[in-house]
């Protein structure tokens, strides 16, 4: 992980045996995009059947993929506490990203869990995550759109910016 790159670790779905799988997890093709933006580096954290869409997608998503580095959770809170920011949907990984107080911004569909709470962009269990919600229950671009823009604003305010520390 090294380079001056903002480091995002990125998580697109959850377990398939989940009873609302459907609803929170996103098609990585409409994230790929974002893994395009110059000054940002990004690192797969998914894991289970999901993680095949890197493979799948080939050059149409720059990311590097970890699922093989991932043996435990301890491997899993070593990579996160070396990124600058964690993007993902609502699983074990923003959950992670929040205790350790790294960044993340977390994709929450329609009628997120309970955890989430209403009508917030915060949470008062985790300072560091911002929450980006849904408008319409399975349209996921708006929340792609916002998360954009508000990557390239962080990106462009990091390079403004001389680094004490990598992220």
């Not at 992980?1 to 990125?10: D, P, Q």
């Not at 580096?41 to 059947?49: D, W």
């Amino acid at each position: 992980m090294a380079g001056n790159s903002l480091r995002v670790g990125l998580v697109w779905g959850g377990s398939p045996t989940f009873p609302h799988e459907r609803w929170r997890s996103i098609p990585l093709e409409l994230l790929a995009p974002l893994t395009c933006l110059e000054g940002a580096t990004f690192y797969s954290l998914q894991m289970g059947p999901q993680a095949r869409r890197v493979e799948q997608l080939g050059s149409r998503v720059h990311i590097i993929d970890l699922q093989n580095e991932q043996e435990d959770l301890a491997d899993t809170a070593a990579i996160v506490a070396n990124l600058g920011l964690v993007i993902s949907v609502d699983t074990s990984m923003a959950h992670l990203a929040g205790a350790l107080g790294i960044p993340a911004w977390v994709l929450l569909h329609k009628s997120p869990d309970w955890r989430w709470l209403l009508d917030r962009t915060d949470s008062p269990w985790y300072p560091t995550a911002r929450l980006f919600r849904q408008s319409t229950l399975g349209i996921w671009q708006d929340v792609v759109g916002r998360v954009e823009q508000e990557l390239r604003d962080l990106i462009a305010g990091s390079a403004a910016e001389p680094r004490s520390r990598a992220p």
